[in-house]
T-cell receptor, first 114, second 114 residues
Framework: EPEVTQTPSHQVTQMGQEVILRCVPI?????FYWYRQILGQKVEFLVS????????KSEIFDDQFSVERPDGSNFTLKIRSTKLEDSAMYFC????????????FGPGTRLTVT | AQSVTQPDIHITVSEGASLELRCNYS??????LFWYVQSPGQGLQLLLK??????LVQGIKGFEAEFKRSQSSFNLRKPSVHWSDAAEYFC????????????FGKGTTLSVSS
């Protein structure tokens, strides 16, 4: 069964550094999403992406964050100048045109900022 | 404000007993409704969804959920719990628009005792 994959599974970085989290959505999906879950808190939406543009973004998704689809298979989340409070599990999701409301989630990348 | 409430943080159920996980939502219009499950180290897996029609929906792994518009609820049920059902369960709502955010509850952790 096709699945969303994410790399790395765990990333440790120092405060102020830039990180790039990578996702490979399901191959025929065209809607892409990033969510995050701070430990002990709810899963929060960051951004959605369609047709090479941001469709929707939350208040969390400020200038520190950016997304890109650098090629036909990858979808990335870049976090510039990381802060301690960016430590969280980051989930990528994707959905297809035929059923855009059903989002398929990846296993997540745990980001630890020290 | 749009929100999802899962009143039970942690529930313990005996194996073979029935289960009901509660979910209430606050949303401007009737949203799409979802239940996801997350096992340790895994991503979020969709259990079931409600878009329209029959208010009792069947999902994978023997789960079902009932949408009650008057109560703004979408409770998840299973008649007989198995030890492998131990996981975290998330209720989510989404707009009836492709590519938009899912709003999640804080989740309910299910433990299964033998």
């Amino acid at each position: 069964e096709p699945e969303v994959t994410q790399t790395p599974s765990h990333q440790v970085t120092q405060m102020g550094q830039e990180v790039i989290l990578r996702c490979v959505p399901i191959s025929n999906h065209l809607y892409f999403y990033w969510y995050r879950q701070i430990l002990g808190q709810k899963v929060e939406f960051l951004v959605s992406f369609y047709n090479n543009e941001i469709s929707e973004k939350s208040e969390i998704f400020d200038d520190q964050f950016s997304v890109e689809r650098p090629d036909g298979s990858n979808f990335t989340l870049k976090i510039r100048s990381t802060k301690l409070e960016d430590s969280a599990m980051y989930f990528c999701a994707s959905s297809e045109i035929a059923d855009p409301y059903e989002q398929y989630f990846g296993p997540g990348t745990r980001l630890t900022v020290t | 404000a749009q929100s999802v409430t899962q009143p039970d943080i942690h529930i313990t159920v005996s194996e073979g007993a029935s289960l009901e996980l509660r979910c209430n939502y606050s949303y401007g219009a009737t949203p799409y409704l979802f239940w996801y499950v997350q096992s340790p180290g895994q991503g979020l897996q969709l259990l079931l969804k409600y878009f329209s029609g029959d208010t009792l929906v069947q999902g994978i792994k023997g789960f079902e959920a009932e949408f009650k518009r008057s109560q703004s609820s979408f409770n998840l049920r299973k008649p007989s719990v198995h030890w492998s059902d131990a996981a975290e369960y998330f209720c989510a709502v989404g707009a009836r628009q492709a590519g938009t955010a899912l709003i999640f509850g804080k989740g309910t952790t299910l433990s299964v005792s033998s």
